[in-house]
């Protein structure tokens, strides 16, 4: 740099006119540089299971998530970003497809990609064939022989022991018919000891290979926690009082709500340790234990990301940070997803993109299935023609802009619409729910029989019919 700045002096006694010509064509000749290393983005690609808005970048103050929350200074958060069905086998492959779900397909956890729309390629599939290097580690597909051929470069990889894996004595002592032992622990062992420690470091040392290659990659990332069991090393428990953790406010059913309403039975498959639901004391405990595994996870996230800085590998990666459904922390009473009420729907997104707004928030609508035709539109590669999302490139140019005026999403009897102001959710038996999350964010009393909500209840009908002829079009 030092002789090309020498020869601009030398030549600029000759005319000031050519040093500028000279000024021009090394600016260009950079920004070409630039526009070429971005013409391949890697992607970094991090899945985080069971997570909800339950960071401190969204507000919640009560949570400590400092890696996570940082990244989100250096990129574009999403407010108003949902899954497409809230259970994470269906949503993993509504997303690494690009499809979305209908009553037949992506039904709940054991989705599959290779049975029931053998003809899409997947997300990693379109970088694969366009010569990228990519590998899965952790949880991505809910089964990670799924679609694997296609997918990935080598075989997915998994840390050997499963999310239920105990490190505590007493957790074993209380198996249930299901063969799960409590709901939590919090041992005093280091973090290497859980699966999810070695995810982190699988991805970690794939970084530092994949540097050495120099070949654009595809890396998925897929963490278990928060989901259940609550286990994760004391030190992360130790974070929280739990006398001073708020619990939900609404622990009572949504007035009016149809019948067809449940929540998750899924925490019901643990030992409860001794406690009893209907009590703060359990809410209490609940609360702390997802948010000592949310702080496990973020200090997993943060390991990964300072590696890829580390490496010089992140101006030249799109990042992403994607939880797969929505959760509930005891509102109604409720504990996990599995229903179509906001808690379950609405997810964390947090995206960085090189050369693209930093540290900023936007409101755009968007869906999992959107995530696809968006990382393929930023690396210049062809969406397949059975993606059923749309690209919203546009939005990290300009967070302000708006994007889907509605998104859709389904669990199984239900499906469902959420716009800027409301949710709606249909029935298979015709029995509805309506709230104003304006007027009533917590979604504590359904409206769709009020006779002044008849011609918007027309109006959300009539939209969520536009979307299930789309996830329709192919059975």
């Known amino acids: 740099m030092n002789k090309i700045y020498c020869s601009v002096m030398l030549f600029s006694r000759s005319t000031k006119l050519n040093v500028l010509k000279i000024g021009l064509l090394i600016a260009n000749s950079m920004l070409l540089g630039c526009q070429q290393q971005l013409a391949h983005p890697n992607i970094l690609f991090i899945a985080i299971d069971d997570l909800r808005l339950e960071l401190g970048c969204y507000g919640v103050q009560q949570v400590k998530s400092p890696h996570i929350d940082k990244f989100a200074q250096e990129a574009i958060l999403?407010?108003?970003?949902?899954?497409?069905?809230?259970?994470?086998g269906a949503s993993r492959a509504s997303l690494?497809?690009?499809?979305?779900?209908?009553?037949?397909?992506?039904?709940?956890?054991?989705?599959?990609?290779?049975?029931?729309?053998p003809?899409?390629?997947?997300?990693?599939?379109?970088?694969?064939?366009?010569?990228?290097?990519?590998?899965?580690?952790?949880?991505?597909?809910?089964?990670?022989?799924?679609?694997?051929?296609?997918?990935?470069?080598?075989?997915?990889?998994?840390p050997g022991i499963t999310h239920r894996t105990s490190f505590d004595a007493d957790t074993d002592e209380v198996l249930t018919k299901s063969g799960n032992g409590r709901i939590f622990e919090s041992p005093i062992v280091e973090d290497s000891v859980y699966p999810d420690f070695k995810t982190a470091q699988k991805t970690i040392e794939d970084l530092q290979h994949l540097k050495n290659s120099g070949e654009p990659f595809f890396l998925a990332c897929g963490f278990i926690r928060p989901h259940m069991p609550f286990y994760a090393p004391k030190k992360y428990w130790d974070l929280y009082d739990r006398e001073e953790i708020a619990v939900a406010s609404n622990r009572y059913?949504?007035?009016?709500?149809?019948?067809?309403?449940?929540?998750?039975?899924?925490?019901k498959s643990y030992h409860l340790g001794g406690y009893?639901?209907?009590?703060?004391?359990?809410?209490?405990?609940?609360?702390?234990?997802?948010?000592?595994?949310?702080?496990?996870?973020?200090?997993?996230?943060?390991?990964?990301l300072e590696e890829l800085e580390a490496l010089g590998l992140a101006e030249d990666t799109i990042v992403v940070i994607w939880g797969d459904h929505g959760w509930h922390l005891g509102e109604h009473d409720?504990?996990?997803?599995?229903?179509?009420?906001?808690?379950?729907?609405?997810?964390?997104?947090?995206?960085?993109?090189?050369?693209?707004?930093?540290?900023?928030?936007?409101?755009?609508?968007?869906?999992?299935?959107?995530?696809?035709?968006?990382?393929?539109?930023?690396?210049?590669?062809?969406?397949?023609?059975?993606v059923m999302g749309e690209s919203f490139a546009k939005v990290l140019d300009n967070p302000n802009l708006d994007f889907r005026s509605s998104v859709y999403a389904r669990f199984k009897s239900a499906d469902a619409i959420v716009t800027k102001d409301y949710t709606y959710s249909i029935f298979s038996d015709g029995e509805e729910m309506l709230y104003n999350l304006k007027l009533d964010p917590?979604?504590?009393?359904?409206?769709?029989?009020?006779?002044?909500?008849?011609?918007?209840?027309?109006?959300?009908?009539?939209?969520?019919?536009?979307?299930?002829?789309?996830?329709?079009?192919y059975q």
């Open 253 to 267: 059913r949504p007035k009016g709500a149809p019948q067809s309403l449940r929540g998750s039975g899924e925490f």
């Open 96 to 117: 690494l497809t690009g499809i979305l779900p209908t009553k037949t397909r992506f039904v709940d956890y054991k989705a599959s990609v290779d049975k029931e729309v």
């Open 334 to 386: 409720f504990w996990g997803k599995h229903n179509t009420l906001h808690n379950a729907l609405q997810i964390p997104f947090i995206i960085q993109v090189p050369g693209k707004s930093r540290g900023k928030k936007t409101q755009a609508l968007i869906e999992s299935v959107d995530i696809y035709p968006t990382l393929c539109d930023l690396a210049g590669l062809k969406v397949p023609e059975h």
């Open 78 to 88: 999403f407010n108003r970003a949902y899954c497409s069905v809230p259970v994470c």
């Open 442 to 473: 917590e979604e504590n009393s359904n409206i769709s029989g009020d006779t002044a909500n008849s011609q918007l209840l027309k109006e959300l009908r009539e939209r969520l019919t536009q979307r299930q002829k789309i996830a329709n079009e």
């Open 276 to 304: 009893d639901p209907q009590t703060t004391e359990f809410h209490k405990m609940m609360r702390h234990g997802y948010y000592a595994c949310v702080s496990y996870v973020d200090q997993l996230v943060g390991s990964v």
């Open 119 to 158: 003809f899409s390629k997947t997300l990693p599939a379109v970088f694969k064939d366009a010569g990228y290097t990519c590998w899965s580690n952790g949880k991505i597909f809910h089964d990670n022989t799924d679609a694997m051929e296609q997918s990935w470069s080598r075989k997915p990889w998994m």
